[in-house]
């Protein structure tokens, strides 16, 4: 099946730093792919989705300055964290849709960001 | 609107049990999908199964089984005799003509050896 990754799978940085996150699709060209976040014992909540080659869509609520996500091209989705600080700590998970027709998402295997 | 609801938000079972994990959705969608989502401690999420809103078909996967009922909006999950290995949350999702996900709150099971 078609796989996604993700890197880092972990990290911890100090307050007020920035920190950038990868979502590959490894044997699959997404055009658009999906960021998640999930605080601890709640569900996935969608932050924004990206499409290859165009500015993201941001869920109401979310800072597109402060979660800056790049998607330049049909294979790597970028997601940023500038700034950082510890009410972002948070399980990142990415999604990649393949364009079939069954609304199928591949989901990345998360990064747990942690800050200082 | 769109929308999951997963009304329970744990449950507990001694191995071998039977347990049913309930989801209810809610779309103005004609066509769309239901997915369940094994989230183990490690945090990836496991692709259970995938459902088209045409399919009402249940489905039986080993120790899996799933009922998809549109006349109730339910797609129920049961893990017949329950093992250790099957604890983790579990969620269901609907995705609709705009392939957007909305996952439900998750239920976390837990199966005492």
């Known amino acids: 099946g078609a796989v996604v990754s993700q890197h880092p799978s972990r990290v911890i940085c100090k307050s007020g730093t920035s920190v950038k996150i990868e979502c590959r699709s490894l044997d699959f060209q997404a055009t658009t792919m999906f960021w998640y976040r999930q605080f601890p014992k709640q569900s996935l909540m969608l932050m924004a989705t990206s499409n290859e080659g165009s500015k993201a869509t941001y869920e109401q609520g979310v800072e597109k300055d402060k979660f800056l996500i790049n998607h330049a091209s049909l294979t790597l989705s970028t997601l940023t964290v500038t700034s950082a600080h510890p009410e972002d700590s948070s399980f990142y998970i990415c999604s990649a849709d393949s364009g079939g027709s069954y609304n199928e998402q591949f989901f990345g295997p998360g990064t747990r960001l942690t800050v200082l | 609107a769109q929308k999951v609801t997963q009304a329970q938000t744990e449950i507990s079972v001694v191995e071998k049990e039977d347990v049913t994990l309930d989801c209810v959705y809610e779309?103005?969608?004609?066509?769309?999908?239901l997915f369940w989502y094994k989230q183990p401690p490690s945090g990836e999420l496991v692709f259970l199964i995938r459902r088209n809103s045409f399919d009402e078909q249940n489905e039986i996967s080993g120790r899996y089984s799933w009922n998809f009922q549109k006349s109730t909006s339910s797609f129920n999950f049961t893990i017949t005799a329950s093992q250790v290995v099957d604890s983790a949350v579990y969620f269901c999702a609907l995705s609709g003509g705009e392939s957007q996900f909305y996952f439900g709150t998750g239920t976390s099971l837990t199966v005492i050896p």
């Open positions: 779309t103005r969608d004609t066509t769309y999908y």
